[in-house]
């Protein structure tokens, strides 16, 4: 959850496309830390896309709820929703490439 204030809007008084974007690259890792994962906080993002499905508001608290979709070796690809109060605003498909293991 993130808290939202004036200098994250757009000249249209919405949420900036690019503060959203930031906020769920950030929210991958910090879901995959809360799913077990710690180590992966220093997995990197090979792909981030975004659908904007409606406008966010200045104000209300951004919400993400992140899905792991399938694992391989060296790959992660994950799934986010991102609302504000029930109202989706985002949408994110992501494919992250796996911390290498310390020895």
Same mark, same amino acid.
């Given at each position: 959850?993130?808290?939202?204030?004036?200098?994250?809007?757009?000249?249209?008084?919405?949420?900036?496309?690019?503060?959203?974007?930031?906020?769920?690259?950030?929210?991958?890792?910090?879901?995959?830390?809360?799913?077990?994962?710690?180590?992966?906080?220093?997995?990197?993002?090979? &792909?981030? &896309?975004?659908?904007?499905?409606?406008?966010? =508001?200045?104000?209300? &608290?951004?919400?993400?709820?992140?899905?792991?979709? =399938?694992?391989?070796?060296?790959?992660?690809?994950?799934?986010?929703?991102?609302?504000?109060?029930?109202?989706?605003?985002?949408?994110?498909?992501?494919?992250?490439?796996?911390?290498?293991? =310390?020895?």
């Amino acid at each position: 959850m993130l808290e939202t204030r004036p200098d994250h809007a757009n000249r249209l008084n919405a949420l900036h496309g690019g503060f959203l974007s930031g906020f769920a690259d950030h929210a991958l890792f910090a879901a995959l830390a809360a799913m077990g994962r710690p180590e992966q906080m220093a997995a990197v993002t090979v &792909n981030l &896309n975004m659908q904007y499905c409606g406008a966010g =508001r200045v104000g209300p &608290n951004l919400q993400a709820d992140v899905d792991l979709l =399938r694992e391989t070796g060296r790959l992660m690809f994950l799934r986010m929703t991102i609302s504000q109060e029930d109202v989706l605003i985002a949408a994110t498909s992501a494919t992250v490439r796996k911390a290498a293991e =310390r020895k």
